[in-house]
């Protein structure tokens, strides 16, 4: 129920009180035969996403996937096909599209990114920067690529950063608290930005630790301080970062704001003629 209602919310957006170009140039009764062609290659993703939006417009409209999410297609692939008609097909397209295309992207980019660590014991993972309301999906797509999920929300777990530091008087009485009140269940993780910091979230018994805006040689350092007692998370700005140099460090994780927040949509497009 809640997708339906984000997917009318965006059908809303697009057709406002009607697809007018369709209306006056298409006689109602047209019916059309279509399909989604990759453009370039990349990995699939969002087929179900797109089969429900032409579902809300209408029941007649019928999806044939030709590859599953998580597939890894070339140019020219057929993704799947379409058949019904033409009105609800046309008012769909953009909006089954623009998913179809942004989490399509967003697993291609984690393929690329989890290729560029293959051998190497660190898993890349995503971020919260991601965008409003598309997190659900943004990360499953991350999935689909063959990344792994971080927290979903501020609720899964507890990310001590430098502004809960601050606002708390420092690592040690920061994660002292975090102890005493948060369930058992939940992992501690800390941001250091320096071996002191490191050393402290150790002491003071963090779970993981995550080294922002270090450089390789750094965090070779503190993967050596911590010797296994946390796990060790590279985090800044790693979008534009030599992973496998990163990986190299020994670190855990990677986590990648840029999986979600600056990536290029796939290219693929709706290629439709009448019946």
Not at 49 to 57: H, S, W
Not at 230 to 238: D, P, R, T
Request: hydrophobic share 45%; with cysteine.
């Amino acid at each position: 129920m809640q997708l339906d209602s984000f997917l009318r919310a965006a059908l809303d957006e697009d057709i406002g009180w009607g697809d007018i170009t369709t209306e006056v140039c298409v006689p109602a009764d047209t019916l059309i035969v279509g399909r989604f062609v990759a453009k370039e290659d990349l990995v699939v993703c969002g087929l179900d996403i797109v089969r429900r939006v032409f579902a809300l417009l209408s029941d007649r409209v019928m999806l044939t996937p030709r590859a599953a999410d998580g597939d890894a297609v070339t140019k020219g692939t057929v993704i799947a096909d379409i058949t019904g008609p033409a009105h609800p097909v046309l008012m769909g397209e953009r909006v089954a599209l623009n998913f179809l295309e942004r989490l399509s992207g967003i697993a291609t980019r984690t393929r690329d990114l989890r290729r560029a660590v293959e051998g190497a014991k660190a898993r890349v993972t995503d971020t919260r920067k991601t965008t409003p309301g598309m997190r659900t999906l943004e990360k499953y797509a991350v999935r689909a690529g063959g990344g792994a999920n971080h927290r979903m929300g501020l609720s899964d777990g507890v990310l001590i950063k430098d502004n809960h530091i601050a606002a708390s008087g420092g690592i040690t009485a920061a994660v002292r608290r975090a102890k005493a009140a948060a369930p058992h269940t939940l992992k501690i993780e800390v941001e250091a930005s320096n071996l002191d910091q490191v050393a402290e979230a150790l002491n003071a018994g963090a779970d993981i630790i995550m080294l922002d805006n270090m450089d390789a040689g750094m965090m070779a350092e503190a993967v050596r301080l911590a010797d296994g007692r946390a796990l060790m998370e590279a985090s800044g700005n790693m979008g534009d970062k030599n992973l496998a140099h990163i990986a190299a460090s020994g670190v855990d994780l990677i986590s990648v704001g840029a999986l979600t927040h600056t990536v290029r949509a796939a290219d693929i497009s709706l290629q439709v003629e009448t019946m």
